[in-house]
């Protein structure tokens, strides 16, 4: 049976009792006799190690393979294109000289 903690309306002692589930009279208190309010007191469970989260359950994002190429084509360095203010700088250069 479930253990739950009760204040006295009266005197406001706290105390311990068992009631069986779907009783819905609560006990009065052992000292003075009146009623009592349950109180509300977090659950005696604690999550321990992985797999609680949302984020530790979730599928790891899948990343695209690349595409395999061939080797020649890595080894082949870009050719450099002359723009036009390359041109006009070089051509300038020429000049002084």
Known sequence: MPRFD???DQ???IFEST???GIKTLPFCPLCGRTTQKC?????I???GQGFY???SAASPVTPLKETTD???NDKKPEKKENK???KEKDAGNAKK
């Open 6 to 8: 009760f204040q006295c």
């Open 46 to 48: 604690h999550f321990k």
């Open 19 to 21: 009631l069986p589930f």
């Open 85 to 87: 203010c390359d041109k």
């Open 11 to 13: 005197c406001g002692h």
């Open 40 to 44: 509300i007191a977090p659950p005696c």
């Open 71 to 73: 080797k020649s084509t």
């Open 54 to 56: 949302k984020t530790d």
